[in-house]
């Protein structure tokens, strides 16, 4: 895989690129997310803007974001 690409993104998401010691504008955005959803462990799954505090396992998560649904999909069922 070519990292150039890969580099240069992560060096752009500072507000001085290449600078790691400045701001990092995607971290920052994910800090006011967090705090908007009132999450305190992260990362972590949010269902409906709602945060899922159940077991973190394929089959629990699954169960929860069926369970969300007014109207459950076949696979749900």
């Not at 159940?54 to 007014?70: H, K, T």
Request: hydrophobic letters at 30%.
């Amino acid at each position: 895989m070519d990292q150039g690409p890969v580099m240069e993104c992560v060096n752009n998401s500072f507000s001085e690129p290449g600078n790691y010691k400045s701001d990092n504008r995607i971290l920052a955005d994910d800090r006011k997310w967090q705090r908007l959803m009132e999450i305190h462990e992260h990362p972590s799954v949010s269902i409906n803007n709602h945060t899922y505090h159940g077991d973190l396992d394929g089959e629990d998560i699954a169960r929860a974001v069926c369970a969300s649904f007014d109207t459950r999909p076949e696979f749900c069922k």
